[in-house]
C-alpha cells in the first residue's frame, strides 16, 4: 500500500519509538488517511534504531529520520541546567525535561523542511510530556497541527488496553517483539532514566531490585572509592581527570558520558518520590540520574568557593526554582526562558575551578576544592586565629547596628 | 578572693563552656574588676559539666549554672526547622544557627534573674556566633551589655595566642587538661558538629579520617542494612519503628537521639563545603547532622504524597530560603522570624503519614510512603492506564490556551 | 408553561443578571430541558432587582433567589487585600476578582440547599471570569456540573451577535430594555466598575468622558479639598472621621460606602491600562476604584511608620504578588490562599494607628500619620541633630563589615 | 598658610558642597595636618559652583573639581531605574541613592588619579547616605581611606550645634551666608529633592506649603491639562512630542529636563512618607520627583502592551524588589548589581513603542498606548465578541484541568 496515493487529509511528522504504541499510532494515522513520515530522536537512550527504521517502513512510513542531539542535548539543555542547579521540588533533577525542547526543536526543523502540516506523538492525556512536547511545537511554529491520539476518543476508545493494541498490529502487521511487558513503563536519555506506572503506582510498594536500570545497586558497588577531579569554566564542566587511571576527558559529550560510566559503576544517582505533575496530579516516578547527580554536587561545591554570596542568594532564591519549574512545566521556549537563560549566564562568571570527588556506594562526596583565577575566599581574612582584613572592633557596630531594630521590637513585646 | 567584695563594675553572666578560652575570659573578668557568673547549656554535647562547674568556682565565679536544654531545642527549634526543610546555601543544616536562640535565652533569664547587667561570651571578632548570640540578647533584653572580650583590644591584643592564654591560666592557677590542641576547632551539640579553622582553612585539604567524630566512615559502616519507618504529624515526626528490632521510640527528643543513634551507625550525615558567612567572608567548615539528615530526607519525601503543589511551591521558593538565611544571621528573635514561623505552621496541616526508609553507608534511601488521613494522591487518577477523574479532551484545552502567548511570541521571532 | 412537568435534564442554578444575555441562557436552558432557578448576587452594583425577579420568573425561572453578599464582600475580601496591598502588574487593584469568591460560595450554598445538580453563568470563554467562577465552584462542591453555554458550540453558534439574542428574547417573549447598548461593557460592584470591549479594543483610543460612571472627572471634582483620618487596627479600616463635617463613620461596609462617595466625588481611582489576562492574551481594560485607592494609600502609609522593615520587605516580596496574582487568576478557594492569608494576618500585628489624608481632584494626599500603641519609630533615635540610642562609630564599623565582600569583589574587577 | 608645606598626614579628597558643613570640614581638616582637595559634582542640584570653589580655595583646598555628571546621571542610573521600575517600600523613587553611585565614582577616579589616600564626606552617622558612599568608595578602590567627621568623636563632640560650627567658620574666617536655616535639610539633584529632619521628625505634622521647592502646588498648577506623547525603546525613552506646542524632544538629558519641566508645572511627584533606613531606622522623609513619576507611569503602561506576562511577573516579583533595596543599601558596585542589570537588560527588549499622557494637577494620566513593533496584543484575540485565535472549547479543558487540584483539596476540606 502506497500511503503517497491514498493520504488525502495532509502530511504528519510523528515522533516514533519503535515500541508497540507508536507503531499502532502509525498504522491508524496512515489508515485514517494520512501521509506519516516517522522521526526518531537519539537522545542516548539504548535503542535499534536500525530495527525500528525497518519497522517504521514496514508499517508505511514514506520517511524515516534518524538524529543523533546528543551533543545538543548535554551543552544547549544538560549544562546550563548544571549552571543553575536546577531541581524540581528539591530532589529531582528533571532529565525527561531537559530532552524534550532538543527533541521538539528537531522535529519541528524537519516538519518545516518536509512541508508536514501536522506533527503526531503517543504521549498520554494525563502526563507532562504532552504539555513539553506541544507547547515546545506551537512556539517553534505556531501553525502547527498536532494530532495526539490518545487524547481522541476514537482512538482511546478502540484501543482500551494492550490487547487491543496488539489486535491492531496483528492485523497491520506490525511485528511485535516478544518480551514480557515490565509492569512499569520508562523513558531514557543519556541523563536519565525514569519509572512509573503500573506497580509504581502506589507510593508505599518498594521498586523491585531489578527494575534500576542504569546504576548499580549501591550494595553491590565496589567496595574501593574511586577519586576524580573536575574541573569547570564558567559552571560547566570542561575536564575530568582520574588520576589512577591516569585518563583526562574533555569535550562535553564525552564528560557527560564518562561521568555517567563512573556514577554507573557506583551506585550514584537513584531516586523514588512523590511529584506534582504539571496538571496537578501527584504522581509516583523513579529516576537514575548518575552524572547529573555527581555535576550537581561538584558545581554547587565550587559556587561555594567561586560565587559571591548575593548572586548567589538571588540566584538560588529566584532563578533556580523558575527556571526549573519552567523546564517541568514544557516551557523552555517562551520568553521567560530566555530572560532566565541570560540570569544564569550572568551569574557564572566566576565560577571557575576545580572539584576532588570520591565516589563510592551512591555517596558523592567532596574532598577538597580550588581555584587558580579566583580570590573570593582569603585564607587570612577568614582565619579565626589570624587578625587580618579587618578590626574585630568592626564587628561590634555591625551588631549594634542590626540590633537597632530588633530592640525596637523587643521593647515593644518585653519577651523576657 | 572575694568577687563579691572586689567586683565594683557589676555583675557578669558568662556564657562558659569549660574550656582554656573562657577559663580565662571568666579570670580576666575578675581582673577587670566584674563579678561573675557561669552559664553551660546542655545542648547534648559531649562534656563533663560537673568538672566544669568545680573548674569556673575554682576560677572565682560567684554561681555556676548548668542547664539541660535538650528537649526544648529539639521541639522549638529543630523540628519547625525540619518542618521547613531549613538549608542554607542548598546543602548546610544549620546545626550550630539552631542551637543558638535556645543557649541565648536562658542566658537572658537568667541574667534577668540574677540581676547582671553584663552578658559575656567567648567568641571571635569575625564568626556568626557573635552575631547570633549578641542579636538574640539585645532582642530578649533590649537593656543588656554585652562584653565581647575577643573584640576588646585590651584582651585580644595581650592573648594574641594559645601561649598567652596558658601562661595566664597557670598564673591564675587555672587547671588546663593536658591533651594535644587538635588542628581544628569544634562545636558540638546534638542536632550536629562543625570543624573548622587550622588545616581546615585550605579548601583543598581533605579532612584527615579522625577528625569525624560523631558518624562512622561510610567505608566503615554495617554492609547490611538499617530499616526503619518515621511517622509524622503536622510536618513533625511522632515515631520511630524500627521492625526488625521490635523497636517504637516516640517523645520528640527520644526520637531525634534514636535517629542520631542510627544514622551515626551509618556514617550518615558528613559535609565538607566552603560557605559564605554573614559578615562576608567565605569560611570552610565541615560538618557531621546524623539525625537531621534522616528527618530531612524523609520529611521532604512525605510532603511529595501529602502537600499541595502550590503550597509546597510557594514554601519552598520563599519561606525555606528567608528562614533559613535569618537562622543563619542569628535573626531568630525578630519579627520575621514570628511572621516565617505562622507560614510554616500553615503550610504543615497536611503532612501527615509514614516513610519507610533504608539506611545504608551514607546513604538515605526511601522505600516506600503512605499516609492515612490524606488523600491528594489519587492513584487512578494518576494512572496512565486507567482513564479516571477527567477526560484527556480536557488536556487538550489545557494546552491550547497555554500554548495562546507562547504562539505569540514564536511568531514575532520566527524561530524556525 | 411548568418548568416542572417538562424538565428532565436535572435542575441548574443560573447566575442571573437581568441582562438580555441570561435572560436568553435562562429561556435556552428552559428549551433544552433542564428546570432552572435564578440566582442573583447584590456585590453593591446598580441594579433594579425586583425587575430583575420578575423578568427571571417570566421567562420561567422555578426559583430566584437575591442575596445581599455586600458585607462579607468588603469584611471577607476586601479588607484583607488592603492589608496585602494586593494589586495586580503594579497597577490593577482587582476589583472583579475580589467580588467572585463571594458570588460563587453562595451559588454554591443554594445549590446544595436546592439539590441542583448543575450551575450555569454567562461569562464568555475568552476571559478571566470563566475561569473564576468555575475554579470556585469546583472547590467548593467538587461534584458541581457547570454548564457555560458561550463554551458549547450549540449556544455560541445559534446565537453570533446581538440580533439573534434580541430574535431569541423576541421569540421567547423576553422584555428587552429599550436602551442603546453602549459600546464597550462593564462590569460593577461596590468596590469597582471595569469597562472593556468594543471600542476600548483599541489600546490607544482614548475612553470617552461620558464613559466613567463611578467618579467625576478630576477637571470636574471640587476646587476646595477634603480632608479625613482612617484609623486602622491591625491593618483594616475602623473609623474614618471627617472633622469639617463633624461626621465619623464605623462598621466595615459602612466606612467603605462613605469612602466611596468621597472618592467619587472628588475623582479618585480612574486607570486605563492593558493587562494579562489569565490566559494568556493581552486584554485593555479601565476601571475605577474609589474607596479601594483611598485606603490603599493609607495603609500603606501607615505601614512605613508601624511595620517592620524586614516583614514589609518578606510580605511585600512575596504575599503581596503571589497572592494578588491568585485573585487575578481565581484560586480564591485554594490551600495557597489559605496559606498566604495566615501569612497576611501574622504580618498585620502591629498595624495600628491613624492617616490623615487630603482628597483633591484624583489626588490622595498623606498630610500626617501616628499610632498610639506602636513604638517602632522612634522620633530622637531617627534625628540627624540629636546623638541618641547609638554611637556613629557603630555605623563605622556596620559599614567596614558590609565592605568586607565589596572590596573582594572589586579588587578582581579593578573597576577604576 | 600653605597647605602644602604643612600637611604631614597625607591627602584627602573632600566631597565639598559649599555649605557650613563641608566647609568646617575642609578646615578642620587642614587643622587636623592633611593636604585637601575639594570635589563637587554637579548632579542637576541647584549651587552656585563658582562661589564655591573660591570659597573652598579661600578655606585653604589646594585643588577644587567640578565635575558635571548630568548625563552620566540620566543614562546609567535614572533609565536602569525606569526600565525596572525601581521603587523603595512600594512609594520611593530612590532619588538620593540614584544619585550616589556617580558622585562616588568619579571621586574615586579624582581621587586615583590625584594620589589621594583619603577621602572624607560630610554625612552624619545615623543614614543611609555614609553607607552608600563608603560601599562604593570600597568597592571601586578597595585601598582607599575614608574620613568621615561626622562619626569621630574628636569632631562630633567638638561640633555639637551650628552654633559650634558658625564660631569655628569665624576663626577659620570661612564666608557664611546669611540665610535663615530652614527647619529641615534638603538633598537635591536633577531626579528629586529630599526634606527630612527638623520639623519632619514629628510624622504626623504636615510639611508647610513653602517647604515644597521643585513643583507647584497641585492646587496651584494649571487648570488646563498638558497633553504629551512619550516614545521607549527597549524600555529607555527616546522622545517627548508635545504637539500643541509643536515640541519634540531627544536626548537623554534633554528628555529628562523636559519633562522635569512639564511635571513641575502641573504638580507632579510630590510624597510624603515614613521609609525604612539600612540601619534599621525608621525615618520621615518627603520628596519630590517631577520627571521621575512621569516615567513610570508611562514606562509601567507600555509594558503593558509590550511586555509578556511572564517575563513582567517575574521580573516584578524578583528583580524590582531586589534592585531597588540594592540601590537603597548603597550596593550599585557589586556583582549582585552586575547580575541584576544583565536580567534587567534582559527583560526589556520588546519594550518598544509610545505611551500618550495626560498631566493635570499632579496626575499622571495615560490617554493610550501603541507599538508599531510588537504584537503581543492582538485586538481580535482579545475580543470578547469575535471568536478568534482559539475555540471557547479550549478554555473549558484549561479550567477543568486546573480544577483538578483544587477539586481533590475541596473533597479533604469539605467547604460547604
Not at 246 to 274: C, H, M, P, S
Not at 360 to 369: A, Q
Request: hydrophobic share 40%; proline share 4%.
Amino acid at each position: 500500500m502506497s500511503a503517497n496515493t491514498t493520504s488525502t487529509k495532509g502530511r504528519v511528522l510523528l515522533a516514533y519509538s519503535g515500541g508497540l504504541d507508536t507503531s499502532c499510532i502509525l498504522a491508524w494515522l496512515i489508515e485514517q488517511g494520512y501521509e506519516v513520515m516517522c522521526y526518531m530522536a537519539n537522545v542516548g537512550q539504548e535503542e535499534d534504531f536500525d530495527a525500528a527504521v525497518i519497522k517504521a517502513k514496514g508499517c508505511g512510513a514514506t520517511k524515516v529520520f534518524v538524529e543523533d542531539l546528543q551533543r545538543e542535548f548535554v551543552e544547549e539543555l544538560i549544562y546550563p541546567a548544571v549552571q543553575a542547579n536546577t531541581i524540581y521540588e528539591g530532589v529531582y533533577l528533571l532529565g525527561t525535561s531537559l530532552a524534550r525542547p532538543v527533541i521538539a526543536r528537531r522535529q519541528m526543523e524537519i516538519a518545516a523542511r518536509e512541508n508536514c502540516q501536522y506533527v503526531s506523538h503517543g504521549c498520554t492525556g494525563k502526563g507532562n510530556d504532552q504539555v513539553r512536547f506541544e507547547l515546545a511545537y506551537y512556539a517553534l511554529k505556531p501553525d502547527i497541527k498536532v494530532i495526539a491520539p490518545w487524547r481522541i476518543p476514537a482512538f482511546y476508545e478502540r484501543f482500551q488496553g494492550r490487547k487491543d493494541l496488539l489486535a491492531f498490529a496483528a492485523e497491520k502487521s506490525i511485528p511485535v517483539v516478544q518480551t514480557a511487558a515490565k509492569p512499569w513503563s520508562t523513558d531514557e536519555n543519556l541523563f536519565h532514566i525514569s519509572y512509573e506506572a503500573g506497580i509504581l503506582e502506589d507510593p508505599d510498594v518498594t521498586p523491585p531490585k531489578d527494575m534500576w536500570k542504569l546504576t548499580v545497586d549501591p550494595e553491590d558497588a565496589p567496595n574501593t572509592p574511586e577519586r576524580i577531579t573536575i574541573e569547570f569554566e564558567q559552571g560547566k564542566p570542561v575536564k575530568v581527570i582520574n588520576a589512577s587511571q591516569k585518563k583526562e576527558v574533555t569535550g562535553g559529550l564525552e564528560i557527560f558520558l564518562y561521568l555517567n560510566q563512573l556514577a554507573r559503576q557506583n551506585g550514584i544517582g537513584r531516586l523514588d518520590i512523590v511529584e506534582n505533575r504539571f496538571i496537578g496530579i501527584k504522581s509516583r516516578g523513579c529516576y537514575e540520574t548518575p552524572a547529573g547527580t555527581i555535576l550537581r554536587v561538584a558545581h554547587m561545591d565550587l559556587e561555594g568557593l567561586t560565587l559571591d554570596r548575593q548572586v548567589r542568594n538571588m540566584r538560588d532564591q529566584f532563578v533556580t526554582p523558575q527556571y526549573s519549574n519552567l523546564l517541568y512545566n514544557g516551557q523552555y521556549f517562551s520568553p521567560e526562558a530566555e530572560f532566565l537563560l541570560a540570569a544564569i549566564a550572568a551569574s557564572q562568571k566566576t565560577v571557575n575551578g576545580e572539584v576532588r570527588l570520591k565516589l563510592y556506594k551512591g555517596n558523592v562526596i567532596v574532598e577538597g576544592r580550588s581555584s587558580k583565577t579566583n580570590n573570593l575566599y582569603d585564607m587570612e581574612e577568614s582565619s579565626m586565629d589570624v587578625q587580618g582584613g579587618f578590626s574585630p572592633v568592626d564587628s561590634e557596630g555591625f551588631i549594634k547596628i542590626q540590633s537597632i531594630r530588633l530592640k525596637k521590637w523587643g521593647l515593644n513585646k518585653k519577651l523576657i
